[in-house]
């Protein structure tokens, strides 16, 4: 009686745990970018914002993982204060059960990274500066916060070329390509091989310690590199491994889920749900304020391995904005702005807070950041045909008494579109050389040269008033025309294969039409 008893004991507290779903919660986040420098300014205080705002979610998520996917840092030798901002959030993570993953970037240094690596794996941190070393080393199993293994991880840096391909001799460009898509294809696979037999031990541990499961532990992959298809970002360094422009998202294993860094436009790869770029959290170049700055949460409930997965906006910690038009309609949209308003009300306050934002519950892209005495940055794209050699004295006037600097001043032509031929269906074969050329020439808006004077004190008749510039594009051009007609004259004479007359001065067009 009493072994039945013991026996039906067992087969209830079997029952009872087979009925435990184990949670996982990721974060995927890359190209922090600790230490940059945009346009001489500091990103400091964004980057501790956003680290603050970052250790946020993962108390109010109750976050199992983050991943970061590469460019922890900006350049491979990261000011002082960029790896203070990296230690304390990893000593601020400790206390939350969270387990953090580095993934080394292109702009990472390797040896960087690794010089506190074996010191962060007591601190529950894995970093993965290169793909040099043991396969088993890059196979890791994430625990979720109760301890249990949840999840497996292949973690993959940036590549270089060295860690995964010997060099043969006799290679075109094209073998090489193609030798190092099939290596790294190969290292993916590799890593997926370890991750399913690491996997099956753990599943095998769960059983044996009478844990039932549902269904298997899902596998995540991880990546630094431009896949085909991806849209970029001024900000973005054009990497190549070896001579590979960018890798087919084909290559990679049939993972649950893959992490990807080094595009800083949050996106999908391929229309596929589980591979995504997480994109950078602060706007690296002014070209990135179109898009929403995110982060990923992935989630696993433990009974299937395909994940739920959303996005987290992320607040803007600085402001910043891309003023575009000629003079009057940026003069408009400066005293229009809410952002330049606001910074400049908060300026004159001298009870103004001095956090960042006066919240971290940004939920669109629109939404300014607000409580911040910080000017504004502002990229300024002028449209004239003028040449103007005061613009940036103009453009500051504007910004007279408002709280708002600019960053980066540019200069754009508008361009109207304009037929070579007033006819209707010209064909260049009926034109000369020189109707092209003039035809051409009218497409141009050439500014006189700044040092340049009008001809108010010339004595020079009416017909020489043309800007000195165009006459002298005219005249390489007629020279550049005769020599190429004395060159062309001379070798047919010289292979007696027609007889010319020689060129008459007063009449290149009948010479050099066809040309």
């Known amino acids: 009686m009493a072994k039945a008893a013991l026996r039906r004991m067992r087969f209830s507290i079997s029952n009872a745990t087979s009925l435990v779903h184990f949670y996982m919660k990721i974060l995927h986040t890359s190209d922090w970018h600790l230490g940059q420098s945009f346009f001489t300014k500091s990103r400091k205080k964004e980057h501790a914002a956003f680290l603050k705002w970052l250790l946020q979610q993962v108390e109010a998520h109750q976050i199992d993982a983050i991943i970061v996917a590469g460019d922890v840092f900006d350049t491979g030798t990261p000011p002082s204060y960029a790896r203070e901002l990296y230690h304390a959030f990893i000593g601020e993570l400790q206390g939350m059960q969270c387990t953090l993953v580095v993934l080394g970037g292109n702009h990472d240094s390797v040896s960087v990274l690794n010089e506190s690596k074996a010191l962060l794996k007591y601190l529950n941190s894995h970093v993965i500066a290169s793909t040099y070393g043991e396969i088993s080393e890059q196979v890791i199993a994430l625990k979720n916060r109760k301890g249990q293994p949840s999840a497996v991880l292949c973690a993959v840096p940036f590549i270089r070329p060295r860690d995964v391909l010997v060099s043969e001799s006799g290679q075109n460009a094209t073998d090489k390509r193609q030798a190092l898509g099939n290596a790294i294809k190969q290292h993916y696979a590799s890593l997926y091989s370890e991750a399913l037999t690491l996997r099956n031990t753990l599943e095998n541990n769960r059983l044996e310690e009478g844990i039932g499961h549902s269904a298997a532990i899902p596998i995540i992959a991880t990546g630094h590199l431009t896949a085909l298809g991806v849209s970029q970002s001024e900000s973005v360094r054009d990497i190549y491994i070896g001579t590979l422009e960018g890798f087919?998202?084909?290559?990679?294993?049939?993972?649950?889920?893959?992490?990807?860094?080094?595009?800083?436009?949050?996106?999908?790869?391929?229309?596929?749900?589980?591979?995504?770029?997480?994109?950078?959290?602060?706007?690296l170049s002014f070209d990135e304020l179109t898009s929403q700055k995110q982060i990923v949460l992935v989630e696993f409930d433990g009974v299937s391995t395909t994940p739920n997965i959303s996005t987290l906006p992320v607040p803007r910690f600085q402001a910043m904005e891309v003023i575009k038009g000629d003079l009057k309609a940026i003069e408009a949209m400066i005293n229009e702005s809410e952002a330049i308003a606001y910074a400049s009300l908060a300026n004159e306050d001298q009870n103004a807070s001095s956090e960042p934002l006066a919240s971290h519950e940004a939920s669109s892209s629109n939404e300014k950041p607000f409580g911040s005495k910080d000017p504004v940055w502002l990229c300024i794209e002028v449209e004239t045909e003028d040449y103007l050699t005061d613009l940036q004295q103009r453009i500051q006037g504007l910004l007279e008494g408002k709280n708002a600097e600019i960053l980066q001043l540019k200069r754009m032509r508008k361009r109207t579109v304009k037929s070579l031929s007033k006819k209707q269906n010209v064909q260049l074969s009926e034109l000369s050389v020189n109707e092209v050329f003039e035809a051409r020439l009218v497409l141009e808006s050439l500014d006189e040269e700044p040092n340049e004077t009008s001809n108010e004190a010339s004595e020079l008749p009416q017909k020489n008033t043309e800007p000195s510039r165009i006459k002298r594009i005219k005249h390489l051009f007629a020279e550049a025309v005769a020599l190429v007609h004395t060159n062309k004259e001379d070798l047919e004479n010289s292979e007696g294969l027609v007889q010319s007359k020689p060129a008459s001065e007063s009449e290149p067009n009948k010479e050099t039409q066809g040309d």
């Open 248 to 283: 087919d998202a084909k290559g990679f294993p049939p993972a649950d889920y893959i992490a990807l860094g080094h595009i800083h436009r949050p996106q999908k790869v391929a229309k596929a749900e589980h591979i995504r770029y997480s994109g950078s959290p602060i706007p």
